[in-house]
């Protein structure tokens, strides 16, 4: 609050960079995804670095521009991963041309649903559109954005645009979570754009250190497929 405290003439150029999300074996105490608790103060930023945006890239970027309090969260997943450069033929990849941008997957055929996700999901994510693609001929359009907050509704609201399914795909606890406030706004922007939603995430449990228990309770490629086919198919 310092900047409207003392009339916009100090800056809070702050970067803090943590650790979030599970599938590490780390128990109920290192797998938390705690943004939602941070997301939403006025003045402040929110990053999530994912498998196919170069975090040198973004602190960069960062570094270059930042003016506030900034949080960028890391999925633990993508501390022993390589980022991912190959785009399954057929499929296109694109940015949008904001600071932080937002990234695009789709197959050249015209999308059935839409997922949103963000972070250490997007690789799953991709998985299971290519999956779906394959093996159920439904196109998928995968929406990653880079910046939860401020979050831009803009290029979801394309991406649903022409068939108004949207999944939405996150690790953390679904009540109050960026799935949440992404829908509000585009029911704000768009009434009407939206036709069928589904939410997939844990449930209201401690995340166990149990490999296969933590395996079925976080989000995977498995609940994603399903999600979607139920989505679709009704």
């Known amino acids: 609050k310092f900047r409207y405290m003392f009339n916009d003439q100090v800056t809070v150029p702050l ?11 780390y128990g109920a105490t290192h797998s938390q995804s705690l943004e939602k608790h941070l997301m939403g103060v ?9 498998g196919r945006l170069d975090p040198g890239r973004l602190y960069d970027t960062l570094f270059q521009t930042v003016d506030r ?9 993508l501390y022993a991963q390589r980022l991912a450069e190959r785009v399954p033929d057929g499929w296109l990849s694109e ?3 904001e600071l932080f941008p937002t990234l695009r997957l789709r197959p050249a055929a015209d999308a059935d649903v839409t997922l949103l996700c963000y972070g250490g999901l997007l690789g799953d994510a991709e998985a299971a559109a290519e999956r779906l693609f394959d093996e159920h001929e ?9 910046q939860l907050y401020p979050f831009n509704p803009v290029p979801l609201e394309e991406s649903l645009s022409g068939h108004g399914r949207l999944l939405i795909v996150e690790e953390g606890q679904r009540f109050g979570a960026l799935g949440s406030e992404a829908v509000a ?24 250190s149990c490999g296969p228990l933590e395996k079925a309770l976080l989000p995977g ?11 679709v198919r009704g």
């Not at 006025?42 to 994912?50: E, F, I, V």
């Not at 768009?190 to 166990?208: C, D, F, M, Q």
């Not at 490629?221 to 989505?231: C, G, N, Y």
């Open 185 to 208: 706004q585009l029911l704000e922007r768009a009434p009407g754009l939206l036709t069928r939603i589904k939410r997939v995430g844990p449930p209201e449990h401690p995340i166990p």
């Open 95 to 97: 940015e949008t041309d």
């Open 138 to 146: 439904i196109a998928v359009q995968v929406v990653c954005p880079s």
């Open 69 to 77: 309090p900034t949080l960028v969260i890391e999925n633990k997943s």
């Open 15 to 25: 970067i803090v960079r943590t650790p979030m999300g599970g599938k590490r074996g």
């Open 221 to 231: 490629v498995e609940q994603i497929v399903t999600a979607a086919l139920e989505l």
């Open 42 to 50: 006025p003045g402040t930023r929110m990053l999530a670095l994912n």
